[in-house]
């Protein structure tokens, strides 16, 4: 069965780092570019950063750029989002997910493909307060 599991998530304070890590089974994870999303309630889903499959490209939002880095231990089947210098708008629930083409914008986290070959963790809660 396909998991993608994350875990890392909690509340930090305005300027605090926060690891998350999206761990993967039931598919050959190395052969899937790997992204993470975020929603918030009233908002669409955002691609926050994507990696392509050996972790050679890494792409990020702008709203992130700088401060978010995306990475993956293909060995450890893992995917991570280390997050620093956070603020209170980066509070959001957030999506890991692999797809065997490429990582792209969707309407909603997390969404399904036509093809069913893509995979979405459950989502993952981020607070970020004073």
């Known amino acids: 069965q396909v998991q993608l599991v994350e875990s890392g998530g909690g509340l930090v304070q305005p300027g605090g780092s926060l690891t998350l890590s999206c761990a993967a089974s039931?598919?050959?994870?190395?052969?899937?570019?790997m992204g993470w999303y975020r929603q918030a309630p009233g908002k669409g889903c955002e691609l926050v950063a994507a990696?392509?499959?050996?972790?050679?490209?890494?792409n990020y939002a702008d709203s992130v750029k700088g401060r978010f880095t995306i990475s993956r231990d293909n060995a450890k089947n893992t995917v991570y989002l280390q997050m620093n210098s956070l603020k209170p708008e980066d509070t959001s629930v957030y999506y890991c997910?692999?797809?065997?083409?490429?990582?792209?914008?969707?309407?909603?986290?997390?969404?399904?493909?036509?093809?069913?070959?893509?995979?979405w963790g459950e989502g993952i809660l981020v607070t970020v307060s004073s």
């Open positions: 997910h692999a797809d065997p083409f490429r990582i792209v914008a969707v309407p909603h986290c997390p969404y399904l493909d036509y093809y069913g070959m893509d995979y």
């Open positions: 990696i392509t499959s050996t972790g050679g490209s890494t």
């Open positions: 039931g598919f050959t994870f190395s052969n899937f570019a």
